[in-house]
């Protein structure tokens, strides 16, 4: 029996959604990208299990979140993508100071709770366009804050359907990463902040929000940063070595850099994803040349290319 048919009578069993030859330009914030082979969206955890039980070994897989930080390439993925359904957004409460989330609430979401229920900590999180389980994956931060300092615990599933605990003191947290092992899929965090009151909280939000809206672009087919900021090369950004080299205006097809931001690169509507990726690949060579710095993604990029 083939995959597909597998696939089809696997879904069957389901109440989640799961798609043959599914496209991918709606689940990236630069609207580009081809098709995964199969896309499934598992209602709850015990699909996940099922799913992963009779195809986490053979089939090769990727989970998204958002989509806020990644670039599916033109050829689409070969395999299959997993996007967590609505039961995976749950937020609440455990104790004054102490927060459990699902992998998918949105980061800007658990910034609200938090300040709705006095827990500071969680204010840089307004500012990140992305969700709570990519957040854990690359250590999300911004402002002097990233998501390892909150961290208590995450509830993770492996490929063989056997759901894990990892204690943040197991995880070697860096700049925009960690040693979590990729195959792992995030299913919930625990995270603790400390009592603030509610109008505190809420200033130090506008101010990051207000910030971030002086700097960075909105409204517009991006990913965001794109490139890391380098770490013990240079004292400056990447935004500040991409106009040193002289890319600041540059244009690749439908693709370009955007003028309020250097480290945001953009979509105009009618850019592929080979647009942008060559767009990357000539900013890092005239960086290097320019600056004798490699500049290192900050987004990650997926799939084929044609």
């Known amino acids: 029996m083939n995959i597909l048919k597998k696939v089809e009578d696997f879904s069957k069993r389901i109440s989640g959604k799961i798609f043959a030859n599914y496209s991918l330009k709606k689940s990236s914030w630069f609207g580009l990208g081809g098709s995964a082979d199969i896309f499934f969206k598992p209602n709850t955890l015990n699909e996940l299990v099922l799913f992963l039980k009779q195809f986490g070994h053979i089939l090769p897989f990727k989970v998204i979140g958002a989509g806020s930080n990644i670039l599916i390439r033109d050829g689409g993925f070969k395999g299959t993508i997993i996007k967590l359904g609505k039961n995976f957004s749950h937020i609440s409460k455990l104790n ?4 459990v989330s699902g992998s998918i609430v949105v980061d800007k979401k658990l910034s609200e709770f938090a300040m709705n229920n006095s827990i500071s900590g969680f204010e840089f ?4 366009p992305g969700t709570i389980g990519g957040a854990i994956r690359m250590n999300s931060g911004c ?3 990233d998501i390892s300092k909150s961290l208590v615990s995450i ?4 490929m063989k359907g056997v759901v894990r ?25 625990t995270l603790k902040g400390k009592k603030v009151e509610t109008k505190i909280i809420k200033k130090k939000i506008d101010n990051f929000v207000l910030k971030k809206k002086q700097s960075q672009p909105s409204q517009i087919k991006t990913c965001g940063s794109t490139f890391r900021n380098p770490i013990n090369k240079t004292k400056k950004k990447s935004w500040q070595l991409i106009k040193e080299a002289g890319c600041e205006k540059m244009i690749v097809g439908g693709a370009y850099i955007s003028e309020k931001h250097a480290n945001f690169f953009v979509n105009d509507g009618s850019a592929t994803s080979n647009d942008v990726e060559d767009l990357i690949n000539i900013v890092k060579e005239k ?5 004798g710095i490699k500049l290192d993604l900050e987004l990650e990029v ?3 290319q044609i």
């Open 96 to 99: 004054d100071t102490t927060i």
């Open 125 to 128: 999180l307004s500012c990140i």
């Open 143 to 145: 402002y002097g804050y």
């Open 155 to 158: 509830q993770a599933i492996d």
């Open 165 to 189: 605990l990892i204690n943040a003191d197991q995880i070697n947290y860096k700049y925009r990463g960690s040693d979590l092992p990729k195959d792992l899929i995030f299913l919930s965090a």
């Open 287 to 291: 960086v290097l040349a320019a600056t």
């Open 302 to 304: 997926i799939g084929n």
